[in-house]
């Protein structure tokens, strides 16, 4: 099976502009999980979806934001965008089905997300 | 509230010798714990997990990870070093009311020739 794709790897973008964010999971996993890394921050969770619903969300502003299609593939979007919002953007699939504890998240390689 | 520790940021180890990486949790009930490891510029990838059973757990590429309740630990391990085994490593606990994963801040594994 393909792994997680993100598109795009790099992104350079202007202090208050907007960007968009792809992500295609493995094949028949329907969770999508987003989680920004900073040198700072480390490891941060932003949100889950599951069948086109978000399922959780983490501790960001209203500026941060996702969506899942009914392919499973989903986007995230950051508006506004900030000095400190520069950082590598990670997509993560997951097998949905009945063990959600115990399945695995499986990454993507990230886009790298530079504010200027 | 579920979280992790990962008490060194930097580990350092001679090819050939055992590594060990730690990791120290604390949850609230039974714990899911897991182990990833990150390349440059790459994601994070999926080296193995505890979800029950035995304490010792045996993952991708060599790596276990030994579980262990009264010390709240759970430690990765390898017999024998390799210079590409040197990457970042990320512990992990499953929020269960979430099922968000919860990373420790990462452990630069760094294996000289």
């Known amino acids: 099976k393909a792994g997680v794709t993100q598109t795009p790897r790099y992104l350079i973008k202007t202090r208050g502009q907007q960007v968009t964010l792809s992500c295609s999971p493995i094949s028949g996993h329907r969770s999508v999980s987003w989680y920004q890394q900073t040198p700072g921050q480390g490891l941060q969770f932003l949100f889950e979806?599951?069948?086109?619903?978000?399922?959780n969300k983490g501790n960001f502003p209203g500026r941060f934001s996702g969506r899942q299609f009914s392919n499973s593939r989903s986007e995230m979007n950051v508006s506004t965008l900030e000095l400190g919002d520069s950082a590598l953007y990670l997509c993560?699939?997951?097998?949905?089905?009945?063990?959600?504890?115990?399945?695995?998240?499986?990454f993507g390689n990230g886009t790298r997300l530079t504010v200027t | 509230a579920q979280s992790v520790a990962q008490p060194e940021d930097q580990v350092n180890v001679a090819e050939g010798n055992p590594l060990t990486v730690k990791c120290t949790y604390s949850v609230s009930g039974n714990p899911y714990l897991f182990w990833y490891v990150q390349y440059p510029n790459r994601g994070l990838q999926f080296l193995l997990k505890?979800?029950?059973?035995?304490?010792l757990v045996k993952g991708s590429y060599g790596f276990e990870a030994e579980f262990n309740k009264s010390q709240t630990s759970f430690h990765l391990k390898k017999p024998s070093a390799l210079v590409s085994d040197s990457a970042l490593y990320f512990c992990?606990?499953?929020?269960?009311?979430?099922?968000?994963?919860?990373f420790g801040s990462g452990t630069r594994l760094l294996v000289r020739p």
């Open positions: 992990a606990v499953r929020d269960i009311g979430s099922y968000k994963l919860i």
């Open positions: 979806y599951f069948s086109e619903t978000q399922r």
């Open positions: 993560a699939s997951r097998d949905g089905g009945v063990d959600r504890a115990a399945s695995p998240l499986h």
């Open positions: 505890y979800i029950t059973g035995d304490n």
